[in-house]
């Protein structure tokens, strides 16, 4: 018999219980994580369990208590702690080092004028695209370059996804409840990315938000699904730019901020 963490939650009101995590007991592995996927505490993949064990590891890297509080959400009122925050993190397959990106991912959700609620509970169905820029992408090797959306990368996969699970247990944003988006997309599983500074002929986006170049800092996207731009005639960078630009016109009038990546070999035609 072994123990493992339930997130604390109450579905309906307006402020949690409780900030402190409760515990159950399973006999098996297989049976404990049956019961987080009938109980609706998962993004319907597998995941690794939150024993106090790994928890602990978690904030104790962190130098915090397991009690204290992150952030509130704006809407609802509900307190996310170091705990939840943590118990998400594993929960999701992240090392203890993606701990600190997590975090501070969650604080910036938090903001009131990103509007948690809104993006997580319209039918629109945007997904949240975070974005960390400094050394510390690559010291915990983040892809910022080929298949930068696609499979293989542990720590672009576990941290967005931490994110979400945060959003589900944490806020109470399950599909099909509060949850209404009309068809949603992929990036709401997971969307975590890195600016890829081998290729980056102008300041990153730290720099452009008034940090040193070399700082670590977090960005978060309310992002709709991607539009994939492709032009295999030219190397003019003017003429690249331009099948952007003609692409923007499929994204509507509608939108307020857009973010725009270029491939790898796009990039060589700007330098």
Sequence with gaps: VFSIYKISQ?????????PIAKTYSFSTLQQASEYFLKQGWTDGLPINLPTEQEVSKF?????????????????????ITMEKVAINSVMAGCKPEYFPIVLTAVEALLESKFNLHGITASTMGAGILTLVTGPIAKEIGLNGGI??????HQANATIGRALR??????TGSRSGEIDKATLGHAGKYTWCITENEDFRPWPNTAEDRGFSKDANTVSVFAGLSPIQVSNHSSQDPEN????????????????????????????????
């Design 59 to 79: 904030i104790d890297l962190s130098g915090k208590s397991y009690k204290d509080v992150v952030g509130v959400e704006p809407v609802k009122g509900r307190e």
């Design 10 to 18: 109450t579905w309906g009101e307006i402020v949690s219980s409780s």
């Design 147 to 152: 298949s930068l959306f696609g499979p293989g």
């Design 240 to 271: 690249i730019l331009r099948s952007f630009r003609d692409a923007l016109f499929a994204a509507g009038p509608n939108q307020g901020e857009i973010v725009i990546i270029f491939c790898p070999e796009h990039m060589q035609s700007f330098k």
């Design 165 to 170: 699970l945060v959003v589900i247990n944490c």
